[in-house]
T-cell receptor
Framework: NAGVTQTPKFQVLKTGQSMTLQCAQD?????MYWYRQDPGMGLRLIYY???????DKGEVPNGYNVSRLNKREFSLRLESAAPSQTSVYFC????????????????????FGPGTRLTVL | AQKITQTQPGMFVQEKEAVTLDCTYD???????LFWYKQPSSGEMIFLIY??????QNATEGRYSLNFQKARKSANLVISASQLGDSAMYFC??????????????FGQGTELSVKP
C-alpha cells in the first residue's frame, strides 16, 4: 500500500497563476484533510472532508477550494496564487470509528502524505 | 477555543538518555484525542502515539510513552533511550470530539529535539 500520495512534490508559481494539488489514499479511509505548514510553525487546517460528498472549511480556507472527487481523492485548488500562499501543503486521511485497513494506530489517527512545497513569486 | 502549547522551542539530549517533551492543551470538550507526530528534516509527518481522553492508562508505543495528566491538561511525550535518529521536530496535536466524528487536528508549534552523540 502506498498510503497517502501527493502530486506534485515541488511547484513554483507566479502571482495570479492557478494550480491544483492532488491527493490520493489507498487505505479506504473516509476522512481527508488539507493542511499548510509555514516556516517554524505547526500545521493549520485549510479544508477537510469528513466523508465522500462533504467538505468543510478549516482554520485558514481563504484563497482555496477543494473537491472530494471520490473516496480516494481530495484535491486542493489555488485559483489565483499569492505570495502569502508560499508554504508546504500536506494531505492526510483518517478512518473515524476505527481503521479499515492494516495500518497500525487506532481510532482516527491521521496519516500524512509527503507534502508539496509551493513557492509563489 | 481549543489550543495546544509547546513551550520548548528546542531541546538537547544525550544519546541513550530519556527526554520529555512538554505539551499542554486547552479544551472544554470531555471527548478528545491527543497525538504526537515526528517531522524529520526530510519533511514527512510520522505518527508516533495517541491518547484518548477516556483512556485510563498512559499510552505506550515502543520507546515512546505519553504522560497524560488530565487534570493538568498535559500530554507530555517521553522518549526513552534516545537515538541519533530521534533528532527531529516533534508536534503535539489535539482532536476535539469523539473519534468517530472525523475530527480536525489542532497542532502546537513544535519542539526541535537534537540528540548529541
Amino acid at each position: 500500500n502506498a498510503g497517502v500520495t501527493q502530486t506534485p512534490k515541488f511547484q513554483v508559481l507566479k502571482t495570479g497563476q492557478s494550480m491544483t494539488l492532488q491527493c490520493a489514499q489507498d487505505m479506504n479511509h473516509n476522512s481527508m484533510y488539507w493542511y499548510r505548514q509555514d516556516p517554524g510553525m505547526g500545521l493549520r487546517l485549510i479544508y477537510y472532508s469528513a466523508s465522500e460528498g462533504t467538505t468543510d472549511k478549516g482554520e485558514v480556507p481563504n484563497g482555496y477550494n477543494v473537491s472530494r472527487l471520490n473516496k480516494r481523492e481530495f484535491s486542493l485548488r489555488l485559483e489565483s496564487a499569492a505570495p502569502s500562499q508560499t508554504s508546504v501543503y500536506f494531505c492526510a486521511s483518517s478512518a473515524p470509528g476505527g481503521t479499515s485497513g492494516n495500518y497500525r494506530g487506532s481510532t482516527d489517527t491521521q496519516y500524512f502524505g509527503p507534502g508539496t512545497r509551493l513557492t509563489v513569486l | 477555543a481549543q489550543k495546544i502549547t509547546q513551550t520548548q522551542p528546542g531541546m538537547f539530549v544525550q544519546e541513550k538518555e530519556a527526554v520529555t517533551l512538554d505539551c499542554t492543551y486547552d479544551t472544554s470538550d470531555q471527548s478528545y484525542g491527543l497525538f504526537w507526530y515526528k517531522q524529520p528534516s526530510s519533511g514527512e509527518m510520522i505518527f508516533l502515539i495517541y491518547q484518548g481522553s477516556y483512556d485510563e492508562q498512559n499510552a505506550t508505543e515502543g520507546r515512546y510513552s505519553l504522560n497524560f495528566q488530565k487534570a493538568r491538561k498535559s500530554a507530555n511525550l517521553v522518549i526513552s533511550a534516545s537515538q541519533l535518529g530521534d533528532s527531529a521536530m516533534y508536534f503535539c496535536a489535539m482532536r476535539e470530539g469523539f473519534y468517530n466524528q472525523g475530527g480536525k487536528l489542532i497542532f502546537g508549534q513544535g519542539t526541535e529535539l537534537s540528540v548529541k552523540p
